[in-house]
Each structure stands twice: as C-alpha cells, then as structure tokens.
C-alpha cells in the first residue's frame, strides 16, 4: 500500500443502519449512499460504525459496503447493552450498572450476566455483519452527576467495574470478533459531556492508578483488542492537549506504561470537545501523532486523509508510525476475517453475496438470550408495594415523563408502559423532563408516574430537572401520586426517595425498554382484575430469581 492508502485504513466513518439516504436520521454525521461509496472504494477507507435501523437493513448494508471494499472493512457499532440497543429485532439487554447492582449481593451472579452479555452480543453481531462492539465502558462512575457515562457503566468501584468488564470480554472472545476497552482513561468521574465541552479531569496521578486505570489494567490482561481514547483533559499527565492528542497520555500511559500494544481508537472526532477546539485536519494530525491507530467518525473522510499525509510530507509525523498503525490494522482484520490474506481481494468479494445468509430470526432475540435478559432485568429491580385499585371513581392518569419526547425508541402508543395502564382505564399523557403541568382541576385524580430518566451521550441529563422535581411536589400537595416507576438511572431514585412518604409504592427498573416496562408494570398492576396476562415468571420475590 501507499502511503494515502495506509492512511484511509486508520479512518472509520459513521453511516446509518438504514437501507436508504431518506432514511438518515443525522445527515450532519452519516453520508449518503454516494459518498459512502467512494469513500469505500476509491479512497479505501477502513472501516464503518453504524447507528439505527433494523438488523435485517444493517445486514442488508453491510454487505453492500463489503461489495465495494478491496480490502475488508473493521464494521463496528456502540453496542454497550447489546445489539438490539442499536438495531431493532435483535436482543436488548439491560445497561451495564443493572449488573454491578446484582454484583452487590452475588458478585458470581453478576460475573455469569456480564458473560452471557458479551457472548449474546458478539453472537448476535457476527450474525448481522458487525465484527467490532466498541464495548465493554470499563470507566468507574463514582459521579452521581455524570450526564455521559452514569449507567452505561459497570459500577462505582473500580474492582467491581473490572470484574464485570473482563466477564463481558471473555465472553465475546469465544468469537472472532474485537472488543474495545473505553475511555481511557476514564471518562466516570466527570460532570460535563464531552459531546460538547472537554471535561477536566484534575485528579493527582495516585488516585488516578488507584481508581481510574484498574479497568483498563484488567481489560488489557483480559485480551481486549482495542482501547478508546477519551476526550479529557487531564493536567497530571498533560496540562495542554486532552487524552485523545496527547503523545504523554496515548504512547506515554497507555503504550509504555500499561504495555498496550492492539488498536488504539480514538472516541468520535465530530464532538464538540475536540471538534470545536481543533477542527478536523489538525485533531486528525494531532491524534495520529499522540499515537492513535483510527481515527474514529471524523466528518469527512478525504479532509482527514488528506491532513495526515500532508503531516508525513511535512515532517510532523513519520511514516514509520503510520506503519505501526496500519500493522495493528492488519492484524485486527486477521483476526475477523480468518481467511483472508492481504492481496487477496478477489478471493474475499468471491465470498460475498447481497443481502442476510440466513433467517435473521434463527440467529436474534432467541429465547435464551430472553431469558437472560429477563433474569438480569428481574434481579436488579427495586421496589416497594404495588398500586391498590381506587376504590371510587376516579380520573386515572398515566403521566409519562421522557427526557426528549421527539427521540426515544421505546416509547409509543403499543408499547407497555403506555398499553398496559390503559387497560385498566388510565388516559396517558407524555411529556419531557422540562415540562411544567398546570394545577389539577379535578380533585377526583390518581396519578401513575413512570419516568425515564438516565444519562446518556447528548443527554445533558444525569438527575431530574428542576421542572421534574416541581412536577413531583405538586402530585404529593394535591395527594394525586398513586405510584411511581422510575427507568433508568439510580441516581434519579436516590434523589427522588426523600419525598416520597412511605405509603407510596415505587418501582425502579434500569431497563427503559418495552421487556423492562412489562416487568415493571406487570408487577405494579398485579392486583387488579383482569389480569393483564399469565407472567412468564414467578412473581413471588422469594422465587424471582433462578
């Protein structure tokens, strides 16, 4: 390969999962059929992430894009609570710290989920197309306030957080596929998105080997294939440049000091932490030379190529180190495509056909993977009564609360948490979490509240806001709160409970997905008559569990 080329191998763009470009939901991010094209096939470049869709259209896509590739592409996906997480059909499972919750009580227990989560999803990944889950998050949330990482972690304590993360890891390793420890090193202790802001993280380098990098000292003993790069800035290590441009940080720390020696990625280039700091050439330069191998969803491809032989030209990198990357490249593709050689191209396209193999539904959502998902959903609840039937007449409401009413994939008219009240004659009504309701006219009113509220990347939101907090106190001043559902964040829970008087049954599940909100729902309605339907569990606490 020439250099350009060895180069256009170190760069992963984002596309969508959706067959189609109308059917791109952030035209700003994905390109469109066309340039994706050339990106693939005329500039070579190494690799996809996805976002949305089915797992039949991502299927479909992603032999598309092999269809145009010389050489095999790395196809990767932010698939931290398995694949159906991002693609619809395949299994959802809980998020991470719904595991480190079990790890409280029975630490075995939790290690077999965290397996089973990785082996499921790296199953269920190669099925579809995927060869790279960029998970497990083996960042240590120690704060409550955190709006990026919060539940997508496994735990608070590192020792917990590297039990869990190794047990997901040795369980996709069964299967030729990579996994990605992130983000080094370690976005838990932080208040701020770096989707939008860089985050300081002012730690002294003691507490930094003593509760940060333990994860990642177990993930990369554990044989974890690639390390992600978090945008942070760190001044115990660096007082300039944030982890993913830093030489002192990525060579200095993660290559010398922890002896890493797979794929180094960088986390998105198109954040506004490094984004709006750096612009795309120059952090695409600054990455390659701190020592990143991809260079993660930068928004144009041939800008950021271009860049990085520019630098070699002007002696601000070597080629030597592109060398060294396009080697990790090469032998990650080994790896995921076995028999494959470099040179090969022909021989690869030849075991190409259009569109699944197979019946996606033998392969996705099997009752196993279910019953997993089912146990570890089960297992993490928490929860204090179940609702009484009014006995008057009353105006039942369903108040659902979500932190963005135009963008949540499992929330709608079908779903549990909106079917199921409604059987039992309570009217919904969804808002977002911003949202302020006007006094009650009616003194006759119940209120179920179910909220769904975690942290998320974009989401600004780690705890309630305010106008959800006014919400709360002005249900419990008009005695209208019959009960509460809480998905998601136990932060959120943690903040709510001292107002909440003791008669008041609550439920709080991790899960926001529509197995989650049976569960729940299923067990606050398990009085009333009729029965919504025979639970395919005992709902005897004492046999909840298997």
């Known amino acids: 390969m020439n250099l350009a080329e060895k180069v256009a191998q170190m760069v ?20 469109p059929t066309k340039k994706l094209k050339y990106w693939v096939e005329d500039l ?20 598309q894009l092999q269809s145009w590739a010389k050489t095999p592409l790395l196809l990767a996906a932010d698939i931290e609570e398995g694949v159906g997480q991002r693609f619809a059909g395949a299994t959802w499972f809980p998020p991470p710290m719904a595991i480190a919750a079990v790890a409280k009580t029975n630490l075995t227990k939790a290690q077999e989920y965290a397996e089973v989560m990785g082996s499921i999803t790296a199953q269920e990944a190669l099925a579809i197309g995927l060869n790279w889950i960029l998970a497990p998050v083996v960042d240590v949330n120690n704060n409550p306030d955190n709006p990026v990482i919060n539940i997508r972690a496994f735990g608070e304590t590192p020792e917990i957080v590297g039990q869990l993360a190794t047990a997901f890891i040795r369980g996709a390793q069964k299967y030729p596929l990579l996994t990605t420890a992130k983000h080094f090193p370690g976005h838990g202790d932080t208040a701020v998105d770096s989707h939008f802001e860089l985050p300081v993280l002012p730690h002294s380098e003691s507490r930094l080997v003593e509760v940060e990098l333990p994860p990642f000292v177990e993930a990369i003993a554990a044989g974890v294939d690639s390390v992600m790069s978090a945008h942070l800035l760190i001044p115990a290590w660096d007082i300039e440049l944030p982890a993913t441009l830093s030489h002192q940080i990525l060579t200095g720390q993660l290559r010398q000091r922890l002896g890493f ?15 709006n700091r750096y612009g795309l050439a120059e952090a695409a330069v600054l990455a390659v030379d701190a020592g990143a191998d991809i260079l993660l969803m930068p928004l144009d491809a041939e800008v950021t190529i271009k860049a990085v032989c ?60 279910e019953k997993a998902v089912d146990e570890i959903l089960q ?25 963005d009413i135009l963008n949540n994939d499992f929330l709608g008219n079908h779903t549990p948490a909106i079917a199921i009240p409604k059987k039992f004659g309570y009217q919904p009504q969804i808002i977002d979490s911003n949202s302020e309701i006007p006094n009650s006219q009616d003194p006759d009113r119940l209120t179920l509240l179910q909220l769904f509220i975690r942290g998320n990347p974009f989401g600004k939101l780690s705890r309630l806001t305010q106008a959800s907090q006014d919400l709360l106190k002005k249900l419990l001043r008009n005695t209208e709160l019959q009960g509460l559902i809480i998905y998601g964040s136990q932060y959120t829970l943690e903040q709510f409970l001292p107002e909440i008087p003791s008669e008041i049954p609550y439920i709080f599940c991790y899960g926001q997905m529509p197995k989650a909100q049976t569960i729940a729902l299923e067990y606050f309605f398990r009085d009333y008559q009729p029965p919504v339907s025979k639970l395919s569990y005992p709902i005897d606490k004492k046999q909840f569990f298997l």
């Open 44 to 63: 070579g470049i190494g690799g996809v992430i996805f976002v949305g869709g089915s797992a039949v259209d991502l299927a479909t896509h992603i032999q």
């Open 310 to 369: 520019d630098a070699v030209s002007e002696g601000r990198i070597s080629e030597s180190r592109i060398d060294e990357s396009w080697q990790r490249i090469l032998q990650a593709k080994t790896k995921v495509y076995p028999t494959w050689q470099p040179g090969g191209e022909n021989q690869f396209q030849e075991t190409l056909t259009f569109g699944p193999k197979f019946d996606l539904s033998e392969k996705l959502a099997q009752p196993l993977a």
């Open 379 to 403: 297992d993490s609840l928490k929860l204090r009564g179940y609702l009484s039937p009014p006995i008057d007449d009353k105006y039942l409401r369903n108040l659902v609360v979500v932190q």
């Open 261 to 275: 020696e797979r794929l180094v990625v960088t986390d998105a280039l198109v954040m506004g932490a490094i984004a």
């Open 12 to 31: 992963v763009v984002r596309a969508s999962g959706h067959l189609f470009d109308n059917q791109i939901l952030y035209p700003d991010w994905e390109a």
